[in-house]
């Protein structure tokens, strides 16, 4: 069974950097759509970024324009998410997405990222 596998979390202090990366563990076909969530302790999931893959199209919650980038390395079915000048409202696990054209959606595990001086 295919997995998504998360990696790059931590704890962070306030203005730093973290990258997060996301690969599939095998072979997921007709991906369109790759993307990053994030939930924080009593609030619902929200959409963080994602990018489509037919023509690199991204999109960003407001909080993160400026300061998040969203990559992906198609060959080896890899995204990235560039987080900088991070801040305590960040605080959150991260999920990576990947979504099928056939509406399919495939989740990680989540990887946690504190945000704390």
């Known amino acids: 069974q295919v997995q998504l596998v998360e990696s790059g979390g931590g704890l962070v202090q306030p203005g730093g950097s973290l990258i997060l990366s996301c690969a599939a563990s095998?072979?997921?076909?007709?991906?369109?759509?790759m993307g990053w969530y994030r939930q924080a302790p009593g609030k619902q999931r929200e959409l963080v970024a994602y990018?489509?893959?037919?023509?690199?199209?991204?999109a960003y919650v407001d909080s993160g324009k400026g300061r998040f980038t969203i990559s992906r390395d198609s060959d080896r079915n890899t995204v990235y998410l560039q987080m900088n000048r991070l801040k305590p409202e960040d605080t959150a696990v991260y999920y990576c997405?990947?979504?099928?054209?056939?509406?399919?959606?495939?989740w990680g595990q989540g990887t946690q990222v504190t945000v704390s001086s």
């Open positions: 990018i489509n893959t037919n023509d690199g199209s991204t």
């Open positions: 997405n990947f979504r099928t054209m056939y509406g399919r959606d495939y």
């Open positions: 095998g072979s997921i076909n007709s991906i369109y759509r």
